[in-house]
């Protein structure tokens, strides 16, 4: 089993950056995809971005050239930098965990983490 938490959520005004960070525990997560999702108030959850066991990103167009995920092996922790922050980005963020998902689909993903709220201020 792999236990996901996340955390560096908070109260931002717009145009501005926090990080959040998904520590996984119970095994090394090494060779697993991770990502991160997000979900607003009356909304489906929506994928946001994921980083393959190797290395490699994707993003959802919406925040393109605004995130960035990345991963530290050794500390078995996945991270997600928002910049230009935007009311819209207003969320719960998740962090997931899976294998082999289909990085969209927030079905095919195992492990999530219980969420960490982002709140962006005009």
């Known amino acids: 089993q792999v236990q996901l938490v996340e955390s560096g959520g908070g109260l931002v005004q717009a145009g501005g950056s926090l990080r959040l960070s998904c520590a996984a525990s119970?095994?090394?997560?090494?060779?697993?995809?991770m990502g991160w999702f997000r979900q607003a108030p009356g909304k489906e959850r929506e994928f946001v971005a994921a980083?393959?066991?190797?290395?490699?990103?994707s993003y959802a167009d919406s925040v393109k050239g605004r995130f960035t995920i990345f991963r530290d092996y050794a500390k078995n922790t996945v991270y997600l930098q928002m910049s230009s922050l935007r009311v819209e980005d207003t969320a719960v963020y998740y962090c997931?965990?899976?294998?082999?998902?289909?990085?969209?689909?927030?079905?095919?993903?195992?492990?999530w983490g219980q969420g960490t709220q982002v709140t962006v201020s005009s």
């Open positions: 997931a965990a899976d294998r082999s998902p289909t990085t969209v689909r927030s079905d095919t993903w195992a492990y």
């Open positions: 119970g095994r090394t997560v090494s060779s697993y995809a």
């Open positions: 980083i393959s066991w190797s290395g490699g990103p």
